[in-house]
Nanobody, 116 residues
Framework: QVQLVESGGGLVQAGGSLRLSCVVS????????MGWYRQTPGNQRELVASLTKDDSPTYADSVKGRATISRDNAGDTMYLQMSSLKPADTGVYSC??????????WGQGTQVTVSS
């Protein structure tokens, strides 16, 4: 059974930084993309950052220059490093993995709250 488990969220002051982690357990065959989504208190969902199987990153304009997505060599853990945090970065951050068959696996999410 595939599970994605996020950690690293919490309460951070504006201007601060944090690193989110996503541990993947189980086997996902043919992963083509992994990513981080953010759901805001207004229930808007945004793809914040994504990483192809060739480790090519893509970032939303809202976090470009402030976020770095990466994963470890084994591909079991993915990270999202964010700096210069803003209150607008507040939301539930969920990691995802998409396979060759376009199935998307989701984690349960971790809350990030940025105080002004």
């Amino acid at each position: 059974q595939v599970q994605l488990v996020e950690s690293g969220g919490g309460l951070v002051q504006a201007g601060g930084s944090l690193r989110l982690s996503c541990v993947v357990s189980g086997t996902i065959r043919g992963v083509v993309q992994m990513g981080w989504y953010r759901q805001t208190p207004g229930n808007q969902r945004e793809l914040v950052a994504s990483l192809t199987k060739d480790d090519s990153p893509t970032y939303a304009d809202s976090v470009k220059g402030r976020a770095t997505i990466s994963r470890d060599n084994a591909g079991d853990t993915m990270y999202l490093q964010m700096s210069s945090l803003k209150p607008a970065d507040t939301g539930v951050y969920s990691c995802t993995a998409r396979d060759f068959f376009q199935r998307i696996y989701w984690g349960q999410g971790t809350q990030v709250t940025v105080s002004s």
